[in-house]
C-alpha cells in the first residue's frame, strides 16, 4: 500500500512563510506527477501547483510568484515553500501523487490527509 503524509502546516501571520512536505512511502517504482490542492471553508478543492517527474512545474494564477513546488525523487518527497502568506491561502492543504508500484502498472492517484494552513491578518 502506498501512503502520503504532509506536514508543516500551521498558523503564521500574513506575509510569513511556510513550507510543506509530503513523504510518499510503501510499494512505489515511479511517482510521476505531484501536485499540491487546498480547500478552503465553504469552497471547492483547487490546485495550487505541480510537478512532474522530470520537474517542470505549473502554478494557479492566485500563487504565482509567491509559492514554490520542488521535489527530491531521491525521498519520493514533495515540497511546496509558501512566502508572503495571505489570509486568503488560509485552506487545508493536500498532497497528491500519480503512482506506479511496478514496471507494467497502472498510475493510481494517491492523496494525503492534508495539513491546515492558517493565515492572521
Known amino acids: 500500500q502506498v501512503q502520503l503524509v504532509e506536514s508543516g502546516g500551521g498558523l503564521v501571520q500574513a506575509g510569513g512563510s511556510l513550507r510543506l512536505s509530503c513523504a510518499a512511502s510503501?510499494?512505489?517504482?515511479?511517482?510521476?506527477?505531484m501536485e499540491w490542492y487546498r480547500q478552503a471553508p465553504g469552497k471547492q478543492r483547487e490546485s495550487v501547483a505541480d510537478i512532474t517527474n522530470g520537474g517542470i512545474t505549473n502554478y494557479a494564477d492566485s500563487v504565482k510568484g509567491r509559492f514554490t513546488i520542488s521535489r527530491d525523487n531521491a525521498k519520493n518527497t514533495m515540497y511546496l515553500q509558501m512566502n508572503n502568506l495571505k489570509p486568503e491561502d488560509t485552506a487545508v492543504y493536500y498532497c497528491a501523487a500519480e503512482i506506479r508500484s511496478g514496471l507494467t502498472s497502472l498510475s493510481i492517484y494517491y492523496w494525503g490527509q492534508g495539513t491546515q494552513v492558517t493565515v492572521s491578518s
Open positions: 510503501g510499494k512505489i517504482f515511479r511517482i510521476d506527477k
